[in-house]
């Protein structure tokens, strides 16, 4: 059964404040998962690089 709520004006401000902050939320972890990306992409070639300057030094 589909039928339509009607909100009051109270719950619908309510219900769209919950999604602002749902939103807002969303977008700061997503920076945070790019910023923790980059970070660990950063570290990775700080390895192989240092890797390679080793392997050079054994030559």
């Known amino acids: 059964m589909n039928s339509k709520i009607n909100l009051t004006t109270d719950q619908q ?14 977008a700061r972890l997503l920076e945070e998962t790019r910023a923790l990306q980059q970070q660990w992409r950063q570290e990775e070639r700080r390895k192989r690089a240092l890797e390679r300057q080793q392997k050079k030094r054994q030559v």
Do not use: S
């Open 13 to 26: 401000i309510k219900n769209n404040e919950i999604l602002a902050h749902i939103e807002a939320e969303k």
